[in-house]
C-alpha cells in the first residue's frame, strides 16, 4: 500500500464527522476543514510512530506537517527509509 493510501486511510477512519461522502485531496488541509480535531492529532502521532518506526521529536510537532496527507508523506519520508 502506497503511503498516501495508507495515510488517507487512518484519517477517513478517524474522522470526527459523521457523513458518508467526505471528499478531500492530498493537498486540502485536514483540520480547516474541520474533519479532525486534536484528539485526531495525539492519535495520527502515535500512528504515525508505531506504523513507521520513528520518532517524532517534540520541534517537529508543527501543524504543517501534519495538516495534508502530502505534508504527512513528506514528513515520514524524510524520517525514514520511505523514501
Given at each position: 500500500?502506497?503511503?498516501?493510501?495508507q495515510?488517507?486511510?487512518?484519517?477517513l477512519?478517524?474522522?470526527?464527522?459523521?457523513?458518508?461522502?467526505?471528499d478531500?485531496?492530498?493537498?486540502?488541509?485536514?483540520?480547516?476543514?474541520?474533519?479532525?480535531?486534536?484528539?485526531?492529532?495525539?492519535?495520527?502521532?502515535t500512528?504515525?510512530?508505531?506504523?513507521?518506526?520513528?520518532?517524532?521529536?517534540?520541534?517537529e510537532?508543527e501543524?504543517s506537517?501534519?495538516?495534508?496527507?502530502?505534508?504527512?508523506?513528506?514528513?515520514?519520508?524524510?524520517?525514514?527509509?520511505?523514501?
Amino acid at each position: 500500500m502506497q503511503l498516501h493510501e495508507q495515510i488517507r486511510e487512518f484519517i477517513l477512519a478517524n474522522l470526527v464527522v459523521f457523513d458518508d461522502d467526505v471528499d478531500f485531496t492530498n493537498d486540502d488541509n485536514i483540520f480547516e476543514l474541520g474533519f479532525v480535531n486534536s484528539l485526531f492529532a495525539m492519535k495520527l502521532v502515535t500512528f504515525i510512530e508505531s506504523e513507521f518506526r520513528l520518532t517524532i521529536e517534540s520541534d517537529e510537532m508543527e501543524i504543517s506537517n501534519f495538516n495534508t496527507i502530502n505534508n504527512i508523506v513528506n514528513f515520514i519520508q524524510s524520517k525514514s527509509v520511505y523514501k
